[in-house]
C-alpha cells in the first residue's frame, strides 16, 4: 500500500487563496515491495550530463553479455529508453490515466516495450509539474512489473532517474537498488550535483541494502577534478567516456552506440561499457564516502 504524507502546512487559512503546496501528494513507498533477484542499478548525476546515454548503453552492454535487462525511465520528458525503442514510448502514468488508474485493465504490452538487442524498456514518467511525488510514479511502476510478473526472469535493472536529488520521491530507486552509481563531467557543477547525490544515497543506505557503486565519468577528457573529489570523500572512478561527435550523433539518429557505423574510437567506447558491464555483474565492493559541505567543494575544486 502506497500512505500519503501530511504535508507540513498549517491548517488554518487566514483568506480563501489556496496554500502554495496545496494539492501536491508526497508517498511513502511500501517496504514490502520488492523487485526480487535482479541485480538492481540506479544511475544518477546531474540534469544533462548524459544519463539516459549512459543507461542506455550500458543496458545494451549487459545484454551483449547475455543478460536479460529492463532498463525503467524515471523522467517526465519519458526519453530515457529513447535510442533503445527509436520512438517516445507512453509513460506508466499516461497508461493508468488512460484507465482511470485502474491498474488491474492495463496489459504488459501496454507499458513495457522491447528495444534493440532485447532490452526491456519502461518509462515511469512524472507527476504533473508543481504537483505530485516522484516516489509514487516510481513505486505503482514497480508495483505494475511485479502484479504482472515481468521482474521474476529479469537479470539486471537499470533505473535512470531524474537529474539532481532535490527530494526523498526521485530518490525513491535507491529503496530498490543495490549500487547507485553517479554519472559526473570533470567539472564544478557536475561535482557539486554529485556530492548532493552522495548524501541521498547516505540517508536512503541507512534503511536500505543500496551502497555507492563508483563514478562514471561522461564527456570528459580529463578527470583531475573528479579524482580530486573521489580521493577527498571516498569515492572511485569506474568507468570514462570522452566528449565524443560519435555520442551526440548516436541521439541524433535514435541508435544505441552499438548500432553506429564502426571506427576505432567507437570501438574503444564499446569495450569501455562492456567491461563496465562485466565488472558490475561480477560485483563491486560498496564504497562508504563523506560527502562534503558546499563551501568546502569551492575551497577544493579549481585548477591551479
Excluded at 550500458?58 to 525503442?85: E, M, N, Y
Excluded at 499516461?94 to 507499458?111: G, M, Q, S
Excluded at 548500432?259 to 555483474?281: D, F, G, H, I, T
Aim: some cysteine.
Amino acid at each position: 500500500m502506497i500512505e500519503s504524507i501530511p504535508l507540513p502546512f498549517p491548517s488554518v487559512r487566514t483568506d480563501s487563496r489556496r496554500l502554495d503546496g496545496e494539492g501536491s501528494l508526497q508517498v511513502q513507498l511500501d517496504p514490502n515491495l520488492k523487485i526480487g533477484t535482479a541485480k538492481v542499478f540506479a544511475i544518477y548525476g546531474k540534469g544533462g550530463i548524459g544519463k539516459s546515454t549512459t543507461s542506455s548503453n550500458l543496458s545494451v552492454a549487459f545484454s551483449k553479455l547475455g543478460k536479460r535487462v529492463l532498463q525503467i525511465g524515471c523522467d517526465p520528458k519519458h526519453d530515457s529508453t529513447f535510442t533503445l525503442t527509436k520512438k517516445l514510448m507512453p509513460t506508466v502514468i499516461d497508461v493508468l490515466e488512460t484507465v482511470d488508474f485502474h491498474a488491474e485493465e492495463l496489459r504488459v504490452e501496454d507499458f513495457v516495450f522491447e528495444g534493440y538487442n532485447g532490452v526491456m524498456c519502461v518509462e515511469a514518467g512524472g507527476p504533473p509539474a508543481g504537483t505530485g511525488c516522484g516516489g509514487y510514479v516510481v513505486g505503482q511502476t514497480v508495483k505494475l512489473l511485479k502484479e504482472h510478473h515481468l521482474l521474476d526472469e529479469t537479470d539486471v535493472v537499470i533505473f535512470d532517474v531524474l537529474g539532481d536529488v532535490v527530494c526523498g520521491g526521485f530518490a525513491a530507486p535507491l529503496q530498490h537498488a543495490d549500487r547507485a552509481l553517479i554519472v559526473t563531467a570533470n567539472d564544478f557543477d557536475s561535482i557539486f550535483a554529485m556530492n548532493r547525490i552522495v548524501q541521498a544515497i547516505g540517508a536512503k543506505a541507512k534503511n536500505y541494502n543500496v551502497r555507492l557503486g563508483g563514478v562514471i565519468a561522461n564527456r570528459s577528457a580529463a578527470t583531475d577534478q573528479i579524482d580530486k573529489f573521489n580521493d577527498r570523500i571516498g569515492l572511485k572512478l569506474m568507468a570514462q567516456f570522452p566528449d565524443l561527435d560519435v555520442i551526440r550523433r548516436s541521439r541524433l539518429k535514435k541508435a544505441t552506440l552499438f548500432e553506429m557505423e564502426w571506427s576505432p574510437e567507437l570501438e574503444a567506447v564499446q569495450n569501455e561499457y562492456l567491461r563496465l558491464a562485466a565488472q558490475l555483474w561480477a560485483g563491486t565492493d560498496p564504497l562508504i564516502a563523506t560527502a562534503m559541505k558546499d563551501r568546502d567543494i569551492f575551497d577544493l575544486l579549481g585548477f591551479d
